[in-house]
């Protein structure tokens, strides 16, 4: 039993929630497994919809930050039926708009750290990948999704935009014209669509996902280890633009525009009262 758990009983009651915090840490919320190639597997397990509590994102950084130095791939997905649904939409209807922004650049802190390992990481997409979930897909470098598996951007179904880099890692992927239909509207994409406009690398049968991110992972980990980071870092500079502007920018449109919209209270009040939000005119 680790020492944090162990002493639980014997802590006051704050010292019993410094030891929760330390549990989230040690692999409640983010489960790490590893593999031979020195590959990783990390599990989101926050039952029913694996959403992106701020404890979650936490507990993602705490695994990310823990990996092994020799790690030479990491392979992503969802306990469940669920890859990640996104932001835990009840939390942030209870944050507050001072406490937002410090949470949207949390999520950027993470995901960059994810989008920045050495080790590339593949996403098994077993289920829904939508808002912050596709996001964080968006920050792996490979996708493999379940022929079953539904992508999106709902966000501003909610008075929302995709402020965990989606406005800036989407378009790098699909392409403008593409990422602004998918943001627009808030449209889910099935699997086979999601391959056809490059937004996975490869789709198989419901239930192979993991076993087939497994394998390329394994692939990957085979080969040099020098080669796959100098390739990483020269792809990246083949973006155009460096990705922190482009997130800074994001940041602040979601500070100066989202945040003070009324479309935002409205979207979070009718996803909490289940009714169609209204939103007002412009």
Same mark, same amino acid.
């Given at each position: 039993?680790?020492?944090?758990?162990?002493?639980?009983?014997?802590?006051?009651?704050?010292?019993?929630?410094?030891?929760?915090?330390?549990?989230?840490?040690?692999?409640?919320?983010?489960?790490?497994?590893?593999?031979?190639?020195?590959?990783?597997?990390?599990?989101?397990?926050?039952?029913?919809?694996?959403?992106?509590?701020?404890?979650?994102?936490?507990?993602?950084?705490?695994?990310?930050?823990?990996?092994?130095?020799?790690?030479?791939?990491?392979?992503?997905?969802?306990?469940?039926?669920?890859?990640?649904?996104?932001?835990?939409?009840?939390e942030?209807?209870?944050?507050?708009?001072?406490?937002?922004?410090?949470?949207?650049?949390?999520?950027h802190?993470?995901?960059?750290?994810?989008?920045?390992?050495?080790?590339?990481?593949?996403?098994?997409?077993?289920?829904?990948?939508? #808002?912050?979930?596709? =996001? %964080?897909?968006?920050?792996?470098? !490979?996708?493999? &999704? @379940?022929? *079953?598996?539904?992508? /999106?951007?709902?966000?501003?179904?909610?008075?929302?935009?995709?402020?965990?880099?989606?406005?800036?890692r989407?378009?790098?992927?699909?392409?403008p #014209?593409?990422?602004? =239909? %998918?943001?627009?509207?808030?449209? !889910?994409?099935? &699997? @086979?669509? *999601?391959?056809?406009? /490059?937004?996975?690398?490869?789709?198989?049968p419901?239930?192979?996902?993991?076993?087939?991110?497994?394998?390329?992972?394994?692939?990957?980990?085979?080969?040099?280890?020098?080669?796959?980071?100098?390739?990483?870092?020269?792809?990246? &500079? @083949?973006s155009?633009g460096?990705?922190?502007?482009?997130?800074?920018?994001?940041?602040?449109?979601?500070?100066?525009?989202?945040?003070?919209s009324?479309?935002?209270?409205?979207?979070?009040?009718?996803?909490?009262?289940?009714?169609?939000?209204k939103?007002?005119?412009?």
């Amino acid at each position: 039993m680790p020492p944090a758990r162990a002493g639980a009983k014997r802590v006051n009651e704050r010292g019993a929630s410094d030891a929760r915090a330390q549990a989230v840490v040690e692999g409640e919320l983010v489960l790490r497994k590893s593999e031979e190639d020195r590959v990783e597997l990390l599990v989101i397990r926050h039952p029913p919809v694996n959403s992106l509590s701020t404890a979650v994102v936490d507990a993602l950084d705490a695994q990310l930050v823990g990996l092994p130095r020799a790690t030479r791939a990491v392979v992503l997905t969802g306990e469940g039926s669920y890859f990640s649904a996104g932001a835990d939409l009840k939390e942030m209807a209870t944050i507050g708009i001072d406490r937002a922004p410090q949470v949207v650049r949390r999520g950027h802190e993470v995901l960059s750290r994810l989008a920045e390992l050495e080790a590339p990481v593949v996403a098994a997409i077993n289920g829904l990948a939508i #808002g912050g979930g596709l =996001e %964080l897909a968006l920050a792996c470098d !490979l996708r493999v &999704a @379940a022929d *079953a598996a539904k992508l /999106g951007a709902p966000e501003v179904g909610f008075g929302l935009i995709p402020a965990y880099g989606g406005t800036q890692r989407l378009p790098r992927l699909v392409g403008p #014209g593409k990422a602004r =239909e %998918l943001i627009f509207t808030g449209n !889910l994409v099935p &699997a @086979a669509e *999601a391959l056809r406009i /490059g937004l996975v690398n490869k789709v198989v049968p419901a239930g192979q996902e993991l076993r087939a991110a497994r394998d390329l992972a394994h692939t990957i980990a085979q080969r040099s280890p020098a080669a796959i980071v100098a390739a990483k870092r020269a792809i990246e &500079a @083949a973006s155009v633009g460096p990705l922190s502007e482009g997130l800074g920018k994001e940041a602040a449109i979601f500070e100066r525009e989202v945040l003070t919209s009324p479309d935002l209270g409205e979207g979070l009040k009718a996803f909490l009262e289940r009714r169609p939000p209204k939103f007002s005119d412009r």
